[in-house]
């Protein structure tokens, strides 16, 4: 009897320090996560990024839908305009002057910014961020509301054509917990580094906002 008691107790012992053991080996063992990449931006952002109100609306207007009176409007063009939704590499923000539509060539734009967002940070070691649009399509409606509150709010907006949206370089959305992270500033440089890419290849406008901290994008193609 006492002996099946020690033989129980060596076994016990045994498990527990086998237990212990693994744990120790996994946790000593696991790789951590590769060192983040430097990152910079070689640029200006007032000067790569500076394609007027004119130049944007001239493109706006050939490519673009005829701009709505009010909202009521928007649900007789829904077969021209494509309904953009928060995914995996963008989120839409709580969109209180605007529309969350666009023409297919603007909708395709924005998803190939995100994805190009998405795969840069990926190729820094970076965690995954989200990016968040801010504004969309205006009808004539919002753009009245919105001259209200902003004095800067362009009666003629590129907003009213389907083609242009903002997106901001002041917030980003963290999608899970990570060893790394970034700063306001790096990630706006990452952000830049993508849509200059864009600019050279001619898929868009841009225009670098500062006080509404965001970058203003129009598509070249519908």
């Known amino acids: 009897?006492?002996?099946?008691?020690?033989?129980?107790?060596?076994?016990?012992?045994?498990c527990l320090l086998a237990l212990a053991s693994g744990a120790w080996?996994?946790?000593?063992?696991?790789?951590?996560?590769?060192?983040?990449?430097?990152?910079?931006?070689?640029?200006?952002?007032?000067?790569?990024?500076?394609?007027?109100?004119?130049?944007?609306?001239?493109?706006?207007?050939?490519?673009?839908?005829?701009?709505?009176?009010?909202?009521?409007?928007?649900e007789g063009l829904k077969n021209r305009l494509t309904h953009i939704a928060s995914s995996k590499n963008y989120e839409v923000d709580e969109l209180t002057h605007s529309i969350p539509f666009l023409i297919p060539g603007a909708a395709q734009l924005l998803n190939r910014i995100a994805d190009s967002f998405a795969d840069s940070l990926k190729q820094l070691n970076a965690p995954h961020y989200k990016l968040i649009v801010t504004s969309v399509t205006r009808t004539q409606d919002d753009v009245k509301h919105l001259s209200r509150s902003n004095i800067n709010a362009s009666q003629n907006s590129t907003h009213l054509y389907g083609t242009t949206f903002d997106i901001s370089w002041r917030r980003f959305v963290k999608s899970k917990a990570h060893a790394h992270d970034l700063t306001e500033d790096q990630l706006k440089m990452v952000l830049a580094s993508v849509l200059r890419d864009l600019k050279k290849q001619q898929a868009c406008f841009v225009k670098h906002e500062k006080k509404q901290a965001c970058f203003h994008i129009t598509a070249r193609n519908s």
Do not use: W
Request: glycine content about 4%; some cysteine; aromatic content about 12%.
């Open 1 to 14: 009897m006492l002996k099946q008691f020690y033989s129980t107790k060596k076994k016990s012992l045994f």
């Open 25 to 74: 080996f996994f946790m000593t063992c696991s790789s951590p996560p590769p060192p983040l990449k430097p990152i910079h931006y070689n640029g200006n952002y007032n000067k790569d990024f500076n394609d007027l109100n004119e130049t944007q609306l001239a493109v706006a207007q050939s490519i673009g839908i005829t701009p709505l009176t009010n909202r009521d409007a928007a």
